[in-house]
């Protein structure tokens, strides 16, 4: 009787390591057919709507690049924290609070005199929205390194108090006074929004700074000192300690770098397509952003993959909402999927299976 089981490897295949993150989103778009024929739809028609509208000229792949860009700069912060085994759940509330700096900059810069002068006035949205951010993310790093709280949990019941604080905002002092009582503030100024980057579209400098974000990550990561350190603590806590390395650092460090840059995704956001804060800001960007991290092995170019895979998810599931009536959720069920796969094919990153006989027969 043939049997199978699964074998440590003795170190981890370098190939199923980059190819996991391959072989799970195939996956993904093989189970999306099944789910659109249980749904009752045309799988070809759905695969064509869902994976190859978001593509099918320049301005739909401009709309996936702006969609692209928030989780970019999300999961950019959120891998260096996770490279040292800090976990940071909460870059969703960290986006929040981005965003709400950025938004008290754009509604009151116009009385400092800055509306003349959008240079300064983006410059100081983009710092009060990293800023911000990162304060909001100091919360679990002191209570982590002060008093052994879980920055998991804690990173994570804070989105629920940034959501909150947005909506008293947006229902009450920063309510646009002639939005028909839309949980919104007024509309921002035009000093105060990201100049486009490509005539005819919505994408603005946010993408550029993503991508130098990217790089500058990358060398930290990679080519740095610090980075190395970051690395050591996460794969070897005892040899980092023996070496003298501050886990203590590593929390703050891996913890702020990620609420800063999640802040300053919320300023692009409010400063880009949107335009002003709503009580609807985040879109689940910090949550998606976990799993671009992972998708992306914690390496900047394999975010900057994953988050266009990600955002052709965002879009897909618009796309499949408008032309083949599925509810919205459908989004969130591709995203699902992509992480389901990944950790199913993770395992053979360290794993392997054999096949063979029984010795009873």
């Known amino acids: ?48 709507v869902f994976f190859l509208n978001p593509l099918r000229d320049t301005y739909a792949l401009s709309e996936l690049f702006l969609k692209a860009t928030p989780l970019m700069l999300c999961a950019l912060g959120l891998a260096v ?11 969703e509330g960290q986006f929040i609070f981005g965003a709400i700096g950025a938004t008290g900059v754009a509604l009151y810069g116009g009385e400092l005199g800055l509306a003349n002068s959008p240079t300064l006035m983006l410059g100081l949205m983009m710092l009060a929205g990293a800023i911000s951010g990162a304060l909001y993310a100091a919360i679990p790093a002191w209570l982590r390194t002060h008093f052994h709280a879980s920055e998991i949990l804690v990173s994570l019941m804070l989105v629920y108090v940034a ?13 646009d006074p002639d939005g028909q009582n839309f949980p919104q503030t007024r509309s921002f100024d035009d000093a105060a929004l990201l100049p486009t980057i490509l005539e005819g579209t919505r994408l603005n400098l946010a993408l550029p700074l993503a991508l130098g974000l990217l790089l500058i990550g990358h060398v930290y990561l990679n080519h740095s000192y610090a980075g190395f350190k970051m690395r050591v603590a996460g794969g070897a806590e005892f040899a980092a300690r023996y070496a003298g390395y501050s886990s203590r650092r590593m929390v703050w460090i891996g913890l702020l770098a990620g609420g800063a840059t999640a802040g300053l995704a919320g300023m692009a956001e409010v400063a880009g397509p949107v335009g002003q804060l709503t009580d609807k800001i985040a879109a689940g960007y910090g949550f998606a952003a976990i799993i671009v991290a992972f998708v992306g092995r914690l390496n900047p170019f394999g975010i900057f993959l994953a988050s266009v895979v990600m955002a052709l998810f965002y879009i897909g599931g618009e796309q499949a909402q408008q032309y083949l009536s599925l509810p919205s959720a459908i989004a969130k069920v591709f995203q699902g999927l992509l ?23």
């Open 339 to 361: 992480l389901f796969f990944l950790l199913a094919t993770d395992l053979f990153v360290n794993y392997r299976l054999r096949l063979g006989r029984s010795a009873h027969h």
């Open 163 to 175: 959501n909150l604080f947005c909506s008293w905002l947006v229902f009450g002092p920063w309510m």
């Open 81 to 91: 924290g996770f490279q040292a085994n800090v976990w940071n759940i909460g870059a």
């Open 1 to 48: 009787m043939k049997w199978i089981r699964i074998e440590a490897r003795q170190e981890p295949d370098p190939l199923m390591r980059f190819g996991s993150p391959v072989l799970a989103v195939t996956l993904t778009v093989l189970a999306g057919l099944l789910v659109f024929a249980v749904l009752g739809k045309d799988p070809v028609e759905g695969f064509k």
